[in-house]
Every structure is written in structure tokens, then in C-alpha cells.
């Protein structure tokens, strides 16, 4: 399985990006994490195949939305109202659970992150 992940940038507080990943393969369960400087990386979103469950991190709940486009093979992370605590590499990854999955170890690929930095 390879993930690219791409729609990363420099935007203002406030803002918006949609970052993408493109995942071939099978029917996996796809999340983002996000890694800020000096810190550990941290679960974002996640979203299950069929897109009928997400679930969101407490700190982007209401302003990140989660979503795939199966016929394009793409999962989608829409941000809006940035803040610059947002800024980190933001990494997708796909498990092979069939249920939503928020910890790291139960995530089998990875793709390279994609750099998010949110100004104030």
C-alpha cells in the first residue's frame, strides 16, 4: 500500500487547507495524525471505508472534517479556522481494522507527511 499525501502549506490564523492522500488497495480504515515540533505525534481523524464513521481528536472537533472518495482512492482532511497550534506534519495512514481506530500502533502504512504551518 502507498500513501501520498500532498496539500500541505503556509496559511494565516483563520485560514483553510484541504490536504489530500492518495491510498491504493484495499478497504482500509484511513486516518490522519499530526506530529507538531518537539512533540509526539497525535491522532487527528479517522474515517471507516464505506466514509459512514468518523470520529475527530477533542482539540480539531467542529473545524477538521474527515472524508474519502473511494472512486478516486483519496482521503480528504479539510481544515478550517486554523490556529497555529495546528501547525505540525500531518501524516495519513490506513489500518486494516474494520473499525475506527485512534491509536498508532494499530495503523499498518504511512504515508510522508505533509507540512502544515498555521501564522499568527
Known amino acids: 500500500v502507498q500513501l501520498q499525501a500532498s496539500g500541505g502549506g503556509l496559511v494565516q490564523a483563520g485560514g483553510s487547507l484541504r490536504l489530500s492522500c492518495a491510498a491504493s488497495?484495499?478497504?482500509?480504515?484511513m486516518g490522519w495524525f499530526r506530529q507538531a515540533p518537539g512533540k509526539e505525534r497525535e491522532f487527528v481523524a479517522a474515517?471507516?471505508?464505506?466514509?459512514?464513521?468518523?470520529y475527530y481528536a477533542d482539540s480539531v472537533k467542529g473545524r477538521f472534517t474527515i472524508s474519502r472518495d473511494n472512486a478516486k482512492s483519496t482521503v480528504y482532511l479539510q481544515m478550517n479556522s486554523l490556529k497555529p497550534e495546528d501547525t505540525a506534519v500531518y501524516y495519513c495512514?490506513?489500518?486494516?481494522?474494520?473499525?475506527?481506530?485512534?491509536?498508532?500502533?494499530?495503523?499498518?502504512?504511512w504515508g510522508q507527511g505533509t507540512l502544515v504551518t498555521v501564522s499568527s
Open positions: 488497495g484495499r478497504r482500509y480504515v
Open positions: 495512514a490506513a489500518s486494516r481494522m474494520v473499525i475506527i481506530v485512534k491509536v498508532e500502533s494499530e495503523y499498518d502504512y
Open positions: 474515517i471507516t471505508w464505506s466514509g459512514g464513521n468518523t
